[in-house]
């Protein structure tokens, strides 16, 4: 068996970076795509040289002459060459006796570079140089160099022109190595290219049509497979038909009572979701649905309506699953509240759970004597056995994989609703989350006062002392936020949380002892202690990196000053910007820079003039992609442009085709190929 180095006829160190970047293969070779295109389909004399977009020109010319000029330390080589016309240019090659050498009088080259001109004559200083012919075999080593050009990234020091000469030696090789995994048909449905002509117009494309229609299939198969996966696991979910709350049950009344009793009243918007969601639990399918709502907005009380739903109607239990200890336990403390005056027991379960304990609580979730557990993903990988799990709350939902997710299958296929503070643009929602039905709460609670945002120049929040320390006589909280943990020689100029919190010890003197710091290198007791004492008053301003950003509830707190600010995405600013305001006093965030231009100051401008989250998402998804968005949850799938993501007419066309598939062909029956294709890109997700 020939060996990647021997097809390629490369080096033992260039393969050697292939195969460890997954490039193992032939195969693998011809899925590295380009990154990007140069048109490359004129070739112009240098009489009549037109630049493009990047001010790059294409010539031919002769080589006549060629001179070796050392200066001042450089290796330079320069070399006259003639177009067709008989009119004179000139390549200098700097410090490069390798490419130098290449390069030989007489012969014919593409010159591709950055012109400029002197006295009537061209100069390119390091252009790519390309030869015509292959000079052992007489053949034209990429044939009509006048074409639309590959440009591929380096890696690692392979250069993109290795890679334009070795793809194109085992382009050939498309037609035996891959196979068409989706059904005739359905190209034809959909006007989709087959998938050989699809890889031979992603490396060459014939036209910008063709070339568009190559990246078009790709970004159909990426996002199909997502959908697929989607519908394929809400299939299996809802595979068992459960019997469901009877609708005329007087009892349902119940729920009416329980939301007069509470202690503020509820928003329209929350009235909905509830509604929608008991309608989903009376369906004979489980419930699978994805709630956004904006920091402070009252997610949870909605989980909680549902989860006394549940338990009243069919003693039922309900789990919330929060991706943080310091959550888990603020959820625990604000269900208490609500259910422990009714005389329904809750109980927290997390790694920090003593083993006594631990085993004391588990015990009787087993014997159905705690309606309502709260905990981490301890829950799902210890040993819990549950007496009748019927719902199941999962916290901030894209800190969570989708096998944690898939691990409720065994518990019987409760009703689940997935929560996030973190809005997600209605195409994203659609692309990720194909399979559940999306509710949105897009109101707050009556009485919250909208967040002042003020961008400050750097060290101008000095001034802001005399109204910080009158907030905090008030009884009132001061978030200072930094980027970084600890300084870094690339970052020289953010400053990290320890050396901030020196300095605010410095400025504050009067709040001596009343300072605390938190950052994610803490341990979780030291993280929780320390939450603990600012919620309590024992720290009256805290010094933190993002981890804050999720979910802690400080209802005190009213001043956030985020340093650096320009480095954080919208997305990101709004959910730390969403850690204060969380009552009815005014609350203020202050954005700090030194930059007053660029993409990073729009971002803090249009933090000033919103406090809509998906206003925000949005303008994230066009100006960093969808990783600022998603998370963790992204892996593997930010490989779709932000075009695509943001085009919800391709995507529901995807999501249409997904369905036609499954509709056609139930279970992918028929389609081996295609269940390669699946596994390959995903995993076991149809075992």
């Not at 799990?389 to 994989?401: R, S, T």
Request: aromatic residues 8%; charged residues 30%.
């Amino acid at each position: 068996m020939t060996t990647l180095k021997e097809q390629l006829k490369t080096t033992g160190k260039y393969s050697t970076i292939l195969e460890n970047n997954g490039i193992k293969s032939i195969k693998e070779l011809l899925q590295y795509f380009p990154r990007s295109y140069e048109d490359r389909s004129f070739i112009q004399p240098l009489s009549e040289l037109v630049l493009n977009e990047k001010g790059i020109a294409t010539t031919k010319g002769k080589i006549i002459e060629k001179k070796f000029s050392p200066r001042r330390g450089r290796k330079v080589y320069e070399y006259t060459f003639t177009d067709e016309q008989g009119q004179l240019g000139q390549i200098s090659i700097f410090n490069s006796g390798y490419l130098a050498s290449k390069i030989k009088e007489g012969e014919r080259y593409i010159i591709i570079g950055k012109p400029f001109f002197k006295g009537g004559k061209a100069f390119f200083n390091q252009p790519e140089i390309i030869p015509t012919t292959d000079t052992s075999e007489g053949q034209s080593i990429i044939p009509n160099m006048g074409r639309i050009y590959p440009i591929y990234s380096e890696l690692y020091g392979i250069r993109p022109a290795w890679f334009v000469e070795k793809i194109w030696t085992v382009l050939d090789k498309i037609e035996d190595l891959f196979d068409e995994h989706l059904p005739i048909e359905f190209l034809k449905e959909y006007n989709l290219l087959g998938v050989k002509e699809t890889l031979k117009n992603i490396h060459f494309p014939e036209n910008y049509d063709l070339q568009k229609a190559a990246l078009q299939r790709i970004f159909f198969d990426r996002l199909l497979r997502v959908q697929l996966h989607s519908l394929l696991q809400k299939e299996e979910y809802e595979k068992k038909s459960l019997k469901r709350f009877d609708e005329s049950d007087p009892r349902r009344e119940i729920i009416k009572t329980f939301i007069d009793k509470l202690p503020f009243t509820l928003t329209n918007a929350q009235k909905k979701v509830v509604k929608n969601c008991i309608e989903s639990i009376h369906d004979k399918k489980p419930m699978m649905a994805l709630l956004q709502g904006d920091v402070g907005s009252g997610k949870t009380i909605v989980a909680a309506i549902i989860a006394y739903y549940m338990y009243t109607l069919k003693n039922k239990q309900s789990i919330f699953v929060a991706p943080l200890e310091v959550l888990a336990n603020q959820h625990h403390k604000t269900l208490a509240k609500l259910f422990l005056p009714l005389g329904i027991r809750n109980e927290l379960l997390t790694g920090s759970t003593p083993k006594s304990e631990k085993e004391r609580i588990k015990n009787d979730i087993r014997e159905g004597r705690i309606p309502i557990i709260i905990g981490t993903h301890a829950l799902l990988q210890e040993d819990v056995g549950f007496h009748d799990l019927g719902f199941v709350v999962i916290d901030e939902q894209h800190k969570f994989g989708v096998r944690q997710r898939a691990v409720f299958k065994k518990f019987g296929n409760p009703d689940i609703l997935q929560m996030s503070a973190t809005p997600i643009p209605r195409s994203m929602a659609l692309a990720f989350f194909g399979e559940f039905d999306v509710h949105i709460i897009d109101e707050l609670p009556k009485g919250r006062q909208p967040i002042s945002t003020k961008i400050i120049s750097e060290n101008e929040y000095i001034k802001l002392k005399p109204r910080i320390l009158s907030k905090i006589n008030e009884g009132q909280k001061v978030f200072v936020v930094t980027p970084l943990v600890e300084e870094s020689e690339k970052l020289e100029e953010v400053k990290a949380a320890t050396s901030e919190y020196r300095e605010i010890q410095e400025i504050f003197p009067e709040l001596k002892g009343k300072i605390g710091l938190i950052h994610g290198k803490m341990n979780s007791k030291d993280k929780e202690e320390t939450m603990t004492k600012f919620k309590n008053g024992n720290y009256c301003l805290l010094v933190s990196t993002t981890v804050i950003e999720v979910g802690v509830d400080i209802p005190e707190a009213t001043i956030m000053i985020i340093k650096n600010s320009e480095r954080f995405g919208l997305s990101q600013l709004h959910q730390l910007r969403g850690r204060i305001g969380r009552s009815d006093i005014k609350s203020y965030c202050f954005l700090e820079t030194k930059k007053k231009t660029g993409d990073s100051y729009k971002r803090l401008q249009a933090m000033e003039e919103t406090n809509d989250g998906f206003k925000l998402a949005e303008l994230d998804l066009k100006n960093r992609g969808p990783g600022e968005i998603l998370g963790t949850m992204q892996s593997g799938q930010t490989d779709i442009p932000i075009e695509i993501l943001s085009d919800l007419k391709f995507i529901e066309k995807v999501q249409e085709g997904a369905k036609w598939l499954l509709e056609h062909y139930p279970k992918l029956k028929g389609l081996d190929k295609l269940k390669i294709y699946l596994e390959e890109k995903i995993g076991d997700i149809l075992a």
